[in-house]
Nanobody, 120 residues
Framework: QVQLVESGGGLVQPGESLRLSCAAS????????MGWYRQGPGKQRELVAR???????DYVDSVKGRFTISRDNAKNTVDLQMNNLKPEDTAVYYC??????????????WGQGTQVTVSS
């Protein structure tokens, strides 16, 4: 049974920081690309940051220089350090695990989400 469990969300003021963590079980973590997505009120879900199995990283432009994604293959965790948070970062943040070993097989798993609210 695959589980992705997020933690670390909460209510912060603009300019503050939060660190989200996602603990994975039931998968061979090291082969998966891990991502953080978010869905704000009335918005579509968007990719925030992604780290591949080889630890290549990419970010949506709006968080570059503020957010950092990292993974620990020994602990099966992926973290998202979020600094200088802005009200527009308010969203439910979801952890994703993605693996496509062949053209016809995709393993795509999601966590339940954790709320991040940035407000003064």
């Amino acid at each position: 049974q695959v589980q992705l469990v997020e933690s670390g969300g909460g209510l912060v003021q603009p300019g503050e920081s939060l660190r989200l963590s996602c603990a994975a079980s039931g998968i061979i973590f090291r082969v998966y690309a891990m991502g953080w997505y978010r869905q704000g009120p009335g918005k579509q879900r968007e990719l925030v940051a992604r780290i591949t199995s080889g630890s290549s990283m990419d970010y949506v432009d709006s968080v570059k220089g503020r957010f950092t994604i990292s993974r620990d293959n020994a602990k099966n965790t992926v973290d998202l350090q979020m600094n200088n948070l802005k009200p527009e970062d308010t969203a439910v943040y979801y952890c994703n695990a993605y693996y496509q070993p062949t053209a016809w097989r995709i393993d795509d798993y999601w966590g339940q989400g954790t709320q991040v609210t940035v407000s003064s």
